[in-house]
Structures are given as structure tokens and as C-alpha cells.
T-cell receptor, first 117, second 115 residues
Framework: GAGVSQSPRYKVTKRGQDVALRCDPI?????LYWYRQALGQGPEFLTY????????KSGLPNDRFSAERPEGSISTLTIQRTEQRDSAMYRC???????????????FGPGTRLTVL | AQSVTQLDSHVSVSEGTPVLLRCNYS??????LFWYVQHPNKGLQLLLK??????LVKGINGFEAEFKKSETSFHLTKPSAHMSDAAEYFC?????????????FGTGTRLTIIP
């Protein structure tokens, strides 16, 4: 079956532009997570959803970053007025059940590599 | 706050010799611990996980890890390295008792296999 997909795979933008990164989770997965991975580092948590509800956004670095999952499936991470320091790999993951469930393995997508010039 | 420390940023072993990737954790609660692997240009894949059941956890591709509470360690091992094991490995902690599965990753260990 299809795994987690993300688009675009690569995005190059100029400083000050807005970007929208898309995540399509595995069908039926309840939870969806966003992480950011800088070069040479491990992924860092940004935010997560259960269905359409954003449960935790404590990892979003500032108010230029926002995420939504309006129908409880596809999610979009939006970065407004991009800066060079936003350059990173943005990874999405989904899991079958919510945190209280037993099968909560997170399946990761291939990531979107964002470069801000 | 939860955290993990991967003690080696780079490990090189010869093919057929044992692999040891070290990880220490810090957590206020009984943690869930994971090892993920990232092959070049591919996504992250779960190798194994510990969730307060057996302290010795077996994963895919012959890897295993042992949870040692007294040492706050969760080292990853494999008896015999294969060329296909060359990748980046991440030790990960989750404070499940907080009610979410936010994962906190270590900085990674790059494993190189020498033919």
C-alpha cells in the first residue's frame, strides 16, 4: 500500500516568499506529525494533529509557521515570509491510532527539502 | 524534559564484525525508546522500540537493543555487520505518559561499513 507522501520533494524559494508544504498520510491514520531536520541533526518536533484537531504546536518556532489538517487527512505546513534559517528538510509522519492506542508507530514520509535563498 | 544523547557521531566497522551504537536517555517518566534508521535519500524507518515490556528488544535486520534503567542507556547492537547496514541511525525517546507521542530525536550516528 501507499506510504506517507509529501510534496513537493524539493522547494527553492526566495527570502520573504510564503511556502506551503503538503503531507498526505497513510489512509486511515489518525495522528499526523510534522518535524524539521536541519543538516547533520536529528528531526525536531513541530506540531501534531489527531484527526483535524491540532493537539500540540509547541515546536513551531514562531508565528510565521502554521499548520492545518481541515478534514483530518491531508495536512499543510505553511511558512510565511521565509528566511534563510528556515532552510531544512521538513518531514511528515502519521500513525494509525492516537497516543492512547497500542499501535502508535510513526511512519515517515520522504520529506520536503526547503532551500531559502 | 526528555532527551537522548548519542555518544558517537560516526562509527566505522568492518563487514562481519559486531556493531555497537550508543545512546543514553533522560526522561522524567518511564520512557518509550526507539531506534530509527535513515538510508541515503530515503525516509526514516523504525528498527525497534521499547515500551516497558521486555528489556531486550529485537528489531528488524538482526538489530537489537537493551534497555538498562540503572545506566539510562539503550544501546543498539548487531552481531555481524552487513554492507547494507550503512546508514544514519537515530535514538529516539517519547514520554508516553504525557499523553502524546511527540518524538525527541538524538543527533544521529552515521554507520560506515568497511568491506
Amino acid at each position: 500500500g501507499a506510504g506517507v507522501s509529501q510534496s513537493p520533494r524539493y522547494k527553492v524559494t526566495k527570502r520573504g516568499q510564503d511556502v506551503a508544504l503538503r503531507c498526505d498520510p497513510i489512509s486511515g491514520h489518525v495522528s499526523l506529525y510534522w518535524y524539521r531536520q536541519a543538516l547533520g541533526q536529528g528531526p525536531e518536533f513541530l506540531t501534531y494533529f489527531n484527526y483535524e484537531a491540532q493537539q500540540d504546536k509547541s515546536g513551531l518556532p514562531n508565528d510565521r509557521f502554521s499548520a492545518e489538517r481541515p478534514e483530518g487527512s491531508i495536512s499543510t505546513l505553511t511558512i510565511q515570509r521565509t528566511e534563510q534559517r528556515d532552510s531544512a528538510m521538513y518531514r511528515c509522519a502519521s500513525s494509525l491510532v492516537g497516543p492512547a492506542g497500542g499501535n502508535n508507530e510513526q511512519f515517515f514520509g520522504p520529506g520536503t527539502r526547503l532551500t531559502v535563498l | 524534559a526528555q532527551s537522548v544523547t548519542q555518544l558517537d557521531s560516526h562509527v566505522s566497522v568492518s563487514e562481519g564484525t559486531p556493531v555497537l551504537l550508543r545512546c543514553n536517555y533522560s526522561s522524567s517518566y518511564s520512557p518509550s525508546l526507539f531506534w530509527y534508521v535513515q538510508h541515503p535519500n530515503k525516509g526514516l524507518q523504525l528498527l525497534l522500540k521499547y515500551t516497558s515490556a521486555a528489556t531486550l528488544v529485537k528489531g528488524i535486520n538482526g538489530f537489537e537493543a537493551e534497555f538498562k534503567k540503572s545506566e539510562t542507556s539503550f544501546h543498539l547492537t548487531k552481531p555481524s555487520a552487513h554492507m547494507s547496514d550503512a546508514a544514519e541511525y537515530f535514538c529516539v525517546v517519547s514520554d508516553s505518559n504525557f499523553g502524546n507521542e511527540k518524538l525527541t530525536f538524538g543527533t544521529g550516528t552515521r554507520l560506515t561499513i568497511i568491506p
